[in-house]
């Protein structure tokens, strides 16, 4: 259809002209109301940006003194997280006089990331922080 044909049967209908797609041969245009055109696009790109997860990070705290069992638990959680594709950062907090045996806390830590049965890749070696040690896995 000519452009001056649609855009006469879009004013005797009190609407707009959109232009949908200006890349094609001819132009693929919509008679519709601009202001819902709109905002029915904000909509979608929102709907969009809600899928779109960007680097998440998930937290998995372990204490020093932390029984089996919650060791389980902790290992349970890193696996769906890391499932779900998301990045863990795993970390041991250290306090008071456990600060002098960063040794045995490494090992500790080395442990809890050799007792997860799901693929991963350190993504952050385990490294000091003011509150004890961090390693970051995906």
Do not use: W
């Amino acid at each position: 259809m000519p452009i001056a044909e649609a855009l006469s049967l879009a004013q005797s209908k009190n609407l707009d002209l959109v232009e949908i797609v200006n890349t094609a041969n001819p132009p693929v245009v919509k008679i519709c109301n601009y202001g819902k055109f709109l905002y029915q696009q904000e909509k979608t790109e929102k709907k969009q940006k809600a899928k779109e997860r960007t680097d998440e990070i998930k937290h998995i705290r372990l204490t020093f003194n932390i029984g089996k069992h919650d060791m389980e638990v902790r290992t349970r959680q890193t696996e769906e997280f890391l499932k779900q594709g998301l990045k863990v950062q795993i970390e041991l907090v250290l306090r008071g006089r456990e600060k002098a045996h960063k040794d045995l806390a490494t090992n500790k830590l080395k442990d809890f990331l050799n007792s997860i049965q799901h693929p991963y890749k350190i993504i952050q070696d385990i490294k000091n922080s003011p509150r004890g040690l961090i390693v970051t896995i995906g």
